[in-house]
């Protein structure tokens, strides 16, 4: 695709725009996407235009514009993400149904936890992340299944650094994270408490594709003193029909 005088792509200037949508930011004025993407106003207004006539960016009564249905569509479709939530989701609503607490998947994307899809209930605990949020591999307990599982390539990068806290709880001395994925993997679950919020424990489990590789992370947030067994027998079963759907035979 041709580059601008800047350099980036007419790919990259898309994407730009696109990324400075967030889940905390899901409504802005095309003057703020311009400056958040760093863009000439010019060419942000102009790419907010195209998007906009495409049905990818809506603008509301308001003319603030937000993501459209369209780019959702349009994302959804023959998605490999798509498949695994519906494989997941009648597993997901028993766990969340009997523990009654924040029930989660996560993938793996651009070494970070990429969250797919979380069920609640008003009994739920406290819980920062959404639908389509982002945590860091070594700071939550799917994340943790996902590095643990994931290639050696994967591994020595997160453990290089830098390993940032979310809380006083999230482990970020190389040496002692090493030993904790060496301890995902001999239990075959994660349990991080505190390391996201110090009143909450993660608890996580490998989800498998017809492959045998871990394709994913089953989690639940329970409140920080709660005890994790039942749960985790919950996640091992669950995740066993999981990855039944997905095509793993043992």
Do not use: C
């Not at 996407?33 to 509301?60: F, Q």
């Amino acid at each position: 695709m041709a580059n601008s005088p800047s350099g980036d792509s007419v790919a990259g200037r898309l994407i730009r725009v696109l990324e400075t949508f967030t889940a905390a930011r899901m409504v802005q004025t095309a003057a703020e996407i311009g400056r958040r993407s760093g863009l000439p106003d010019s060419t942000a207004h102009r790419i907010v235009g195209d998007l906009v006539r495409a049905g990818l960016l809506e603008r509301d009564q308001d003319r603030r514009i937000r993501i459209g249905m369209r780019l959702w569509e349009l994302a959804t479709r023959s998605s490999d993400a798509l498949r695994l939530r519906q494989a997941a989701l009648p597993s997901m609503e028993r766990v969340q149904s009997r523990v009654r607490e924040h029930t989660q998947l996560a993938v793996l994307e651009q070494d970070e936890a990429l969250f797919l899809e979380r069920l609640s209930g008003p009994e739920s605990g406290s819980n920062v992340i959404r639908v389509a949020g982002r945590l860091p591999l070594h700071a939550s307990s799917s994340g943790l299944v996902l590095l643990a599982f994931g290639s050696r390539e994967l591994q020595e990068r997160i453990l290089a650094g830098p390993l940032v806290a979310l809380s006083r709880e999230t482990v970020t001395d190389a040496a002692a994270l090493r030993r904790k994925l060496a301890e995902v993997r001999r239990l075959g679950h994660a349990v991080a408490p505190g390391y996201v919020e110090e009143v909450s424990t993660g608890v996580a489990v490998p989800v498998k594709d017809e492959t045998g590789a871990v394709t994913a992370a089953l989690s639940v947030v329970l409140r920080r003193h709660d005890l994790v067994e039942a749960t985790l027998a919950e996640l091992h079963a669950a995740a066993g029909e999981i990855s039944h759907a997905l095509g793993h035979r043992r």
